[in-house]
C-alpha cells in the first residue's frame, strides 16, 4: 500500500530544508551580535515542526491501525525442516510456495494455486469485471484476488505472495505517483521564486545596511555592524514564510485523521485536497451503487404450500448469497411443516439445488431451484433482465414449467440516490464503468439517476475512459475494487477503492473505504473543501508579509536607506498576526465549493496588500523618524490585523435576528489586547524593543 506523504515530506528534501538552512545560518550570524532574543524566530521555527512532525506521527500511527484491519488471516498448512505438517495462522505477505491454504466462504484467495481438495464457486469479476461466478474443481487452477463465494477447498500455493499474478500487477502499478495538487504545485511556485531571490538580496541588504552606518571599517571599529546585521537578518526572516508549508502539512494530517475515525485510510495525506477538486467521477456498479447483497423483489404465483417447499431449498448447506436473500425474505411468512426425504446442496457446475418430498400418495416429487437456463430453459427472462433483475425459478419433476418465479436484484444502497444527486449539485460528472452486463448496468445506473453507463469494459477500457477525461481538462476520481481496475485507478487523479477490494486495488488507492460505505465520499470532498478554502485564507496572511517584506527590502536596496525592523519586531508580528489565527482560520469548518486558481487568487490578494503595508511603513517611517522603530511597528500591527479581519469574515453573524460577534471577531480583539499590552508593559516593550 501506498507510503502516506504529506506536503511537507514532498518539499522538506528540497526548498523547505533549503529555508531552514538559511535560517540557521542568519541565526547563527545574529548570535555574534550578543541579542539572544532576536533568534525568537528559530524558536518558534522549532515548535512549529514539533507540532508537524507530532501530527504527521500521530496520523500515521492511526492509518498503520486502520491497514491492520484490511490485513486478512489464513489457516495453513506447513511441512517443517522434518517434514512434520503444522497448521499456521499467517497474513497472505507470509505465505510460501509449496503451502496448503484452507479456504471458505468470504476468502479471498491470497496466492495463485491449485484445488486439493474441496468444491468451490468463486467470484472473478476482480480479474474479468464479469459478475457470474465459475466453479472450481480438484485440479482447477485459481488466481490470486479472487473471491471464494459458494463452498470451501484446500489449495496449494502454486507461487509465494510476492510472486502472485495480483502482487506483480501491483508491482507494476504501484511505481510512486504523487496525488494531484494545485495547493502544493501553487506553495511550491511560490516558495521557489522567493527562494531564488533571497540570497542575493540579502548580499545587497548587508551592503546597504553597511553604508548606512558609515561603511564596513567604521561599522566594525563603533560596534554599529551590530545594527546592519540584525535589520538584514530582520529583511531575511520576513521574506521566509516559516509556517506555510507546516501549517499545510498540519491540516492535511488533522484531516487524515479525522476521516480515519469513520473508517476512511488516506494513503497519500493530500488526496483529501484531490477530491475537492474532482469534476469527474467514474463508479463501478458493486459495492457503491449496489452494497453487493441480494433483495428478493417479488415471488410469482406462490402459495403457502410452495413457499414452505422453496424455504427448505434455502435450509441447505452451502447456500449462495441468492438463496440466503430469499431465505430471509421468507421468514416473516407463514409456512407450512414440510418433511424432506432426500436434498443435494447446490451444486454450481448444475447452477440448481434439489429436495424430495412425499406427495399425498405418498410418492416422491422432487423440487429444484436455480438458474432457469439450467432447469427450465424454454422460459423467456429477458423481459427482466432488460430492468437489470436476477430470475430463478423453482420446478418439480411432475411439470416442464417452472412453478415459482423468483426475482432478485442486487440490492441497491439506500443512500445512493442522494448521493449522486449531491455529487451532481456539487458540479462532478457521475458514470457507470463496469464489467457486468450493459444492460443490468444501465438499468440499476438509471434508478439512481445516472445517465451515461459503460457495460463489459475491459481493463484497457477503463484505462482508456480515464486517460480520455483528463486529457478534456477533467480531474478524475474512480472506485474500484477488483485487478481489473488497477490500471485504471493508478492513472486516475484520485483512486478510491473498498475495504474488501483486491490487495493490488487497494496498493495503489490513494483513498480506502475500510468499511465499503460509498455514503462517505461526500464526507471526504468536505474535508478536501475545507482543506483548499481555509489554506487559500492561511497562505494569504503568510505570503502578504513575504511580499512586504520584499517590498521593503528592495526599496531599501533602492534608496539606500535603514531597514525599519529587527528580527524580534518580525518574529511578533508573526505569531500575533500570522501563526496565532492562522491556525485558527486554518482548522475552522468550512463547506467552501471548490474553485480553480488558488495561486492566483492568493497573490491577487497578498501581493497588493503586501506592497501597501510596504508603502505604508515607508511613509510612517519617514514621517515619524524620531520614533523608530516604534512608529514602523504599530502601523505594521494594524495593517496586519487588518489583513486578519479581511480574511476571517464574517466577524458578525445573525443568530434568533440578532447581530453577534463571532469567534474569529473575539479571536482578532484578543489578539489586539494582546499587542497594546505588549507595548504599555515595560519590560515586554523592552524585550521586543518596541522602543
Known amino acids: 500500500m501506498k507510503s502516506s506523504r504529506s506536503i511537507a515530506s514532498i518539499l522538506k528534501d528540497n526548498i523547505f530544508t533549503l529555508f531552514n538552512v538559511i535560517l540557521t545560518i542568519v541565526a547563527l550570524v545574529v548570535l555574534t551580535t550578543g541579542e539572544i532574543q532576536q533568534c525568537l524566530f528559530m524558536f518558534i521555527i522549532v515548535i512549529n515542526s514539533a507540532i508537524g512532525i507530532a501530527t504527521e506521527f500521530k496520523a500515521k500511527r492511526t492509518l498503520d491501525k486502520l491497514k491492520l484491519l484490511i490485513d486478512q488471516k489464513y489457516h495453513t498448512i506447513r511441512k517443517d525442516s522434518q517434514g512434520i505438517e503444522e497448521v499456521l495462522e499467517i497474513t497472505a505477505s507470509e505465505i510460501k510456495k509449496g503451502d496448503i491454504i484452507k479456504l471458505t466462504v468470504g476468502s479471498q484467495v491470497p496466492v495463485d494455486g491449485k484445488v486439493l481438495q474441496g468444491n468451490a464457486e468463486l467470484n472473478e469479476s476482480i480479474l474479468t469485471g464479469e459478475s457470474i461466478n465459475v466453479n472450481k474443481k480438484i485440479g482447477d487452477k485459481l488466481m490470486s484476488g479472487t473471491l471464494v463465494v459458494v463452498g470451501e477447498c484446500e489449495i496449494e500455493a502454486l507461487s509465494s505472495h510476492s510472486d502472485s499474478y495480483a502482487t506483480k500487477l501491483t508491482a507494476a502499478a504501484k511505481q510512486f505517483k504523487i496525488a494531484s495538487s494545485d495547493l502544493r504545485d501553487g506553495i511550491n511556485k511560490i516558495l521557489k521564486y522567493v527562494s531564488f531571490g533571497i540570497i542575493p538580496v540579502s548580499l545587497l541588504m548587508i551592503w546597504t545596511q553597511m553604508r548606512q552606518v558609515g561603511g564596513i571599517e567604521v561599522a566594525f571599529s563603533n560596534g554599529e555592524w551590530r545594527a546592519a546585521i540584525l535589520s538584514t537578518a530582520a529583511s531575511v526572516v520576513g521574506m521566509v514564510p516559516e509556517g506555510l508549508v507546516l501549517l499545510t502539512s498540519l491540516n492535511f494530517a488533522l484531516s487524515a485523521i479525522r476521516l480515519a475515525k469513520i473508517n476512511v485510510l488516506v494513503t497519500e495525506l493530500n488526496s483529501v485536497e484531490t477530491l475537492a477538486r474532482v469534476n469527474e467521477l467514474i463508479l463501478d456498479k458493486t459495492g457503491t451503487i449496489t452494497d453487493g447483497t441480494i433483495e428478493v423483489l417479488e415471488i410469482q404465483n406462490s402459495t403457502p404450500e410452495l413457499l414452505s417447499i422453496l424455504y427448505q431449498l434455502t435450509l441447505l448447506p452451502g447456500g449462495t448469497a441468492t438463496s440466503d436473500s430469499i431465505k430471509n425474505y421468507l421468514q416473516s411468512r407463514e409456512l407450512k411443516n414440510i418433511k424432506v426425504i432426500d436434498s443435494h446442496s447446490f451444486d454450481s457446475a448444475k447452477k440448481y439445488s434439489s429436495?424430495?418430498?412425499?406427495?399425498?400418495?405418498?410418492?416422491?416429487?422432487?423440487?429444484?431451484?436455480?438458474?432457469?437456463?439450467?432447469?427450465?430453459?424454454?422460459?423467456?427472462?429477458?423481459?427482466?433482465?432488460?430492468?437489470?433483475?436476477?430470475?430463478?425459478?423453482?420446478?418439480?419433476?411432475?411439470?416442464?414449467?417452472?412453478?415459482?418465479?423468483?426475482?432478485?436484484?442486487?440490492?441497491?444502497?439506500?443512500?445512493?440516490?442522494?448521493?449522486?444527486?449531491?455529487?451532481?449539485?456539487?458540479?462532478?460528472?457521475?458514470?457507470?464503468?463496469?464489467?457486468?452486463?450493459?444492460?443490468?448496468?444501465?438499468?440499476?445506473?438509471?434508478?439512481v439517476g445516472i445517465e451515461t453507463v459503460v457495460g463489459r469494459a475491459k481493463p484497457e477500457t477503463k484505462l482508456e475512459i480515464v486517460r480520455k477525461l483528463q486529457s478534456e481538462g477533467k480531474v478524475v476520481a474512480m472506485t474500484g475494487d477488483g485487478v481489473n481496475d488497477v490500471l485504471a485507478l493508478k492513472e486516475a487523479d484520485l483512486g478510491i477503492a473498498v475495504g474488501n477490494a483486491a490487495p493490488a486495488a487497494k496498493a495503489v488507492a490513494n483513498i480506502v473505504l475500510i468499511d465499503s460505505d460509498f455514503s462517505k465520499l461526500p464526507k471526504v470532498v468536505n474535508q478536501g473543501r475545507h482543506v483548499m478554502a481555509n489554506m487559500e485564507r492561511v497562505a494569504s496572511l503568510f505570503l502578504?508579509?513575504?511580499?512586504?517584506?520584499?517590498?521593503?527590502?528592495?526599496?531599501?536596496?533602492?534608496?539606500?536607506?535603514?531597514?525599519?525592523?529587527?528580527?524580534?519586531?518580525?518574529?511578533?508580528?508573526?505569531?500575533?498576526?500570522?501563526?496565532?489565527?492562522?491556525?485558527?482560520?486554518?482548522?475552522?469548518?468550512?463547506?467552501?465549493?471548490?474553485?480553480?486558481?488558488?495561486?492566483?487568487?492568493?497573490?491577487?490578494?497578498?501581493?497588493?496588500?503586501?506592497?501597501?503595508?510596504?508603502?505604508?511603513?515607508?511613509?510612517?517611517?519617514?514621517?515619524?523618524?524620531?520614533?523608530?522603530?516604534?512608529?514602523?511597528?504599530?502601523?505594521?500591527?494594524?495593517?496586519?490585523?487588518i489583513v486578519i479581519a479581511i480574511k476571517a469574515r464574517p466577524l458578525l453573524s445573525y443568530k434568533n435576528n440578532t447581530l453577534l460577534p463571532t469567534w474569529r471577531l473575539i479571536m482578532l480583539i484578543i489578539l489586539i489586547l494582546i499587542t497594546i499590552a505588549g507595548f504599555l508593559i515595560p519590560w515586554t516593550a523592552t524585550f521586543f524593543r518596541l522602543y
Not at 449539485?425 to 444501465?442: A, F, R
Open 355 to 447: 429436495i424430495t418430498i412425499e406427495d399425498q400418495n405418498k410418492e416422491p416429487i422432487e423440487y429444484k431451484m436455480g438458474a432457469p437456463e439450467y432447469i427450465a430453459p424454454q422460459v423467456d427472462v429477458s423481459k427482466w433482465t432488460k430492468q437489470g433483475l436476477r430470475t430463478l425459478v423453482m420446478k418439480s419433476n411432475k411439470t416442464s414449467d417452472p412453478i415459482l418465479i423468483i426475482l432478485c436484484r442486487e440490492k441497491i444502497r439506500a443512500e445512493a440516490k442522494d448521493i449522486i444527486a449531491y455529487f451532481k449539485k456539487s458540479g462532478v460528472n457521475v458514470q457507470v464503468v463496469s464489467g457486468d452486463n450493459p444492460t443490468t448496468v444501465n438499468s440499476i445506473a438509471k434508478e
Open 544 to 641: 502578504v508579509k513575504t511580499f512586504y517584506s520584499i517590498t521593503l527590502s528592495l526599496a531599501t536596496i533602492l534608496f539606500q536607506i535603514k531597514y525599519p525592523f529587527m528580527p524580534i519586531h518580525l518574529t511578533a508580528v508573526s505569531a500575533l498576526c500570522i501563526g496565532i489565527p492562522g491556525f485558527f482560520i486554518g482548522l475552522q469548518p468550512s463547506n467552501d465549493p471548490y474553485r480553480k486558481g488558488f495561486l492566483k487568487r492568493v497573490l491577487k490578494f497578498s501581493l497588493p496588500y503586501g506592497i501597501l503595508v510596504a508603502a505604508c511603513v515607508l511613509i510612517i517611517s519617514k514621517v515619524f523618524q524620531q520614533y523608530q522603530p516604534t512608529a514602523a511597528v504599530i502601523i505594521l500591527f494594524v495593517l496586519s490585523f
